[in-house]
C-alpha cells in the first residue's frame, strides 16, 4: 500500500493528527493503523462475568480506537502545567493556545460543558494553604470531565468523522517494523496479530503514535535502528481507595486534586493523578498477561468511594537503562503473589506488618470496588524505596485530607505508567530519522488525553 500519511496508532495522539489535517482542507491521503478494535466493538466483559477475563489478543481497555485514556475516566485537563513536559518542547503559550484550541473541539463533539475546579476560589485557597503546611505542591487545574461511557460516545463521532473524511483505518493490524533506507523512514510493515497478512505500508510521513502501551515497543525500535532517545521517567505506586465522605471537599470544589511532594528521605518526586470522585478501581492487562490497576469515573453511576493513584517517580542512570523492563518485574512480582489477580491491602495493616485478609476487607468501612481483587500483602513485591516514598506522602496528605491516612484506607498494586522513553525531535515532532516522527505517551513528552490531543493537532498542522 501506498499513501501520504501512516499513523500507527488511534489514540488521542493518531486521532487528532488527521482531524487536523481534514480540518486544514488536506487533500494528503491518510492510512491509520490500529492493532486494536473499532470503538463499536470495545467492550469489557467484565461487567457481566465479575472477573477479567484476561482478552486476547488484546485488552479492550488498553487497546482500539480512542486507546486506554479514554476508557479510564475521561478527564481533560485544561491546563498546560499538567499532562507531561511537552510545554518545554514547543512553549507554555503555544501548549496553552492549542489546548484552549482543542477543548473546543471535544465540545463540538458533546463534551459536557460544565468545568470542575473553577467555581470555589476561597475554598482552593484553604485547599492549598493545608498543602504548604504539609509540604506538598497544589496543582489546581481546570478538568473537562466527559466520564468512561460519555468518552465512548464523544470518541464514536470522531472515528465516523474520520471514515467520512476519507481516512482508511486499518483495525486488527500492529505495527511490525519500520521501513527504512538509510536515516530515511519510508513507511511501516504491518500484520494481523498471529503474523498473517504482512503487508508494507509505503508514506512520506510516518507518526508513531501507539500510547503508553506501546511504549515498551517503542524503546525496542528506537534501539534498533540508532532513533535518538533517552531512558526518562517511569512511576511505581498504587491506585488508593477511600470513602467519598474523607475526600467530599476536595472532590466539590477540585474535582481531582494534584498533589506533589518530595518526601524524605529519598527526595523522589510522588504525585497523586486520576482522581476519581465515586469511581471505580479497574484491571488493565498488558502484553505478557501483566495486570495492572487503574480507575474509571462515570457520569451517572456512582459508587461510595473516591480513588486516585499515588506515583513515584524513578530516573535512571548508568549502568541501567531499562526502566519500562524495571517496572515490569516489579508488575510481573505483584502479580505472581495475587496469583494473577491485583492487590489489595489495607493502610493500617501495612504500617503493622501484616498483609490484610479478605475477612477483615468484608468488614470494613471501606469496600473494595474492584472485586475480584485479592487481598495479600503488597510489601512483598514494592520496592522499599518506592514504599517508604507512598507511606510518607500518604501521611502529608492526611493533613490536607483528614482521615485519608485511616487504617482502612485500600491501597490497591500494582499501579505503573509506562512512559519512560522519551524520543528526542525538535518544536515540529521531527526526530532524528527523515519522515519519523512520534506522538503522544509513548513519545515520552506527554501524559493523559488532553496534552497527547494537542501534540496530534499540531502535528497535523504541520502535515497538512
Known amino acids: 500500500?501506498?499513501?501520504?500519511?501512516?499513523?500507527?496508532?488511534?489514540?488521542?495522539?493518531?486521532?487528532?493528527?488527521?482531524?487536523?489535517?481534514?480540518?486544514?482542507?488536506?487533500?494528503?491521503?491518510?492510512?491509520?493503523?490500529?492493532?486494536?478494535?473499532?470503538?463499536?466493538?470495545?467492550?469489557?466483559?467484565?461487567?457481566?462475568?465479575?472477573?477479567?477475563?484476561?482478552?486476547?489478543?488484546?485488552?479492550?481497555?488498553t487497546t482500539g480506537f480512542s486507546g486506554a485514556g479514554a476508557f479510564s475516566d475521561g478527564k481533560l485537563s485544561l491546563s498546560c502545567e499538567v499532562g507531561g513536559d511537552l510545554p518545554q518542547l514547543i512553549g507554555e503559550d503555544l501548549a496553552q493556545q492549542t489546548i484552549d484550541y482543542t477543548d473546543k473541539i471535544y465540545l463540538e463533539f458533546g463534551a459536557d460543558t460544565h468545568v470542575e475546579g473553577v467555581s470555589d476560589a476561597e475554598a482552593v485557597r484553604g485547599i492549598r494553604k493545608r498543602a504548604i503546611q504539609a509540604g506538598l505542591k497544589l496543582v489546581d487545574c481546570p478538568i473537562r470531565h466527559m466520564g468512561t461511557e460519555k468518552a465512548h460516545d464523544i470518541y464514536a463521532g470522531i472515528e465516523q468523522s474520520l471514515l467520512n473524511s476519507g481516512v482508511d483505518i486499518l483495525f486488527g493490524f500492529e505495527c511490525v517494523n519500520l521501513l527504512l533506507e538509510g536515516a530515511v523512514c519510508k513507511g511501516v510493515t504491518?500484520?494481523?496479530?498471529?503474523?498473517?497478512?504482512?503487508?508494507?505500508?509505503?508514506?512520506?510521513?510516518?507518526?508513531?503514535a501507539t500510547g503508553r502501551r506501546g511504549a515498551d515497543w517503542l524503546e525496542k525500535i528506537c534501539a534498533e535502528h540508532n532513533i535518538a532517545h533517552q531512558p526518562g521517567t517511569v512511576d511505581i505506586g498504587v491506585r488508593v481507595e477511600v470513602r467519598n465522605e474523607i475526600m467530599e471537599q476536595v472532590n466539590e470544589v477540585l474535582y481531582e486534586s494534584k498533589l506533589i511532594g518530595y518526601p524524605n528521605p529519598f527526595r523522589n518526586k510522588v504525585r497523586t493523578f486520576c482522581q476519581n470522585p465515586g469511581g471505580f478501581v479497574s484491571q488493565e492487562n498488558y502484553d505478557d498477561d501483566l495486570a495492572v490497576v487503574n480507575g474509571h469515573s462515570y457520569k451517572e453511576i456512582k459508587s461510595d468511594n473516591t480513588n486516585l493513584a499515588i506515583l513515584c517517580s524513578h530516573n535512571f542512570n548508568h549502568p541501567f537503562n531499562q526502566p519500562i523492563a524495571y517496572a515490569?518485574?516489579?508488575?510481573?512480582?505483584?502479580?505472581?503473589?495475587?496469583?494473577?489477580?491485583?492487590?489489595?491491602?489495607?493502610y493500617g495493616d501495612i504500617l503493622d506488618g501484616k498483609r490484610t485478609w479478605q475477612k477483615e476487607l468484608s468488614q470494613s468501612n471501606v469496600r473494595p470496588t474492584l472485586p475480584d481483587a485479592v487481598a495479600g500483602d503488597i510489601t512483598a513485591a514494592m520496592p522499599y524505596r518506592a514504599?517508604?516514598?507512598?507511606?510518607?506522602?500518604?501521611?502529608?496528605?492526611?493533613?490536607?485530607?483528614?482521615?485519608?491516612a485511616s487504617p482502612e484506607t485500600l491501597l490497591y498494586s500494582p499501579e505503573l505508567k509506562f512512559y519512560s522513553n522519551r524520543v528526542r525531535m525538535d518544536e515540529k515532532f521531527d526526530t532524528s530519522v527523515q519522515g519519523l516522527h512520534c506522538l503522544g505517551d509513548s513519545s515520552g513528552?506527554?501524559?493523559?488525553?488532553?496534552?497527547?490531543?494537542?501534540?496530534?493537532?499540531l502535528m497535523g498542522r504541520i502535515l497538512a
Open 445 to 457: 513528552w506527554t501524559r493523559g488525553l488532553m496534552m497527547a490531543s494537542i501534540m496530534g493537532v
Open 387 to 404: 514504599m517508604v516514598n507512598i507511606i510518607n506522602f500518604i501521611q502529608a496528605v492526611d493533613q490536607v485530607v483528614p482521615g485519608f
Open 190 to 208: 504491518v500484520a494481523r496479530p498471529d503474523g498473517r497478512d504482512e503487508m508494507a505500508i509505503e508514506a512520506a510521513h510516518t507518526v508513531i
Open 328 to 346: 515490569q518485574k516489579i508488575g510481573e512480582l505483584t502479580n505472581m503473589l495475587g496469583a494473577g489477580h491485583i492487590l489489595v491491602q489495607r
Open 1 to 61: 500500500m501506498t499513501t501520504d500519511i501512516v499513523i500507527v496508532g488511534a489514540g488521542p495522539a493518531g486521532i487528532f493528527t488527521a482531524l487536523e489535517m481534514i480540518r486544514k482542507g488536506t487533500k494528503k491521503h491518510i492510512v491509520i493503523v490500529e492493532k486494536g478494535q473499532p470503538i463499536e466493538k470495545r467492550a469489557c466483559p467484565k461487567s457481566k462475568t465479575g472477573r477479567c477475563m484476561n482478552c486476547k489478543p488484546y485488552c479492550h481497555i
